[in-house]
């Protein structure tokens, strides 16, 4: 549950340091499109760093919903290959980072549906 907990925070201070870094230091430096491909990126992290800490707070209820540490390892997962791709697509304009982001997608829908199954397991 610590561990969910510190990751959160840790994507929720980096969220908030990479959009501040977007708006005023790339704003000059990126084209309007990749600027937003950028702060795409940022808001993905921020709600799923949201979601780590959500899921440190259901364990604390549930210690033994181990289906809700495999959803927090997905939403992490779709985090740095989510966000991580559009950040680096944005930054060096490298194509090849366009096909991960869906596989980071991915990772987010499913950690969520994990997360929704170890919720309704505990009814």
């Not at 201070?13 to 977007?22: D, Q, S, T």
């Not at 704003?27 to 959500?54: C, N, R, W």
Request: glycine fraction near 14%.
């Amino acid at each position: 549950m610590k561990l969910f907990a510190m990751l959160g925070a840790i994507n929720m201070a980096l969220g908030v340091i990479l959009g501040a870094f977007g708006a005023h230091g790339l704003k000059d430096k990126l084209s309007p499109e990749m600027l937003a491909v950028f702060q795409t990126g940022v808001q993905y992290q921020i709600y799923h760093a949201l979601g780590l800490l959500l899921v440190a707070a259901l364990l604390l209820p549930y210690p033994q919903a181990t289906g809700l540490r495999t959803g927090g390892w997905l939403l992490l997962a779709g985090i740095i290959l989510f966000s991580g791709s559009l950040y680096l697509l944005a930054l060096t304009g490298a194509k090849f980072f366009g096909p991960v982001t869906p596989i980071g997608g991915v990772c987010f829908i499913i950690g969520w549906i994990w997360i929704f199954w170890a919720m309704l397991k505990e009814f």
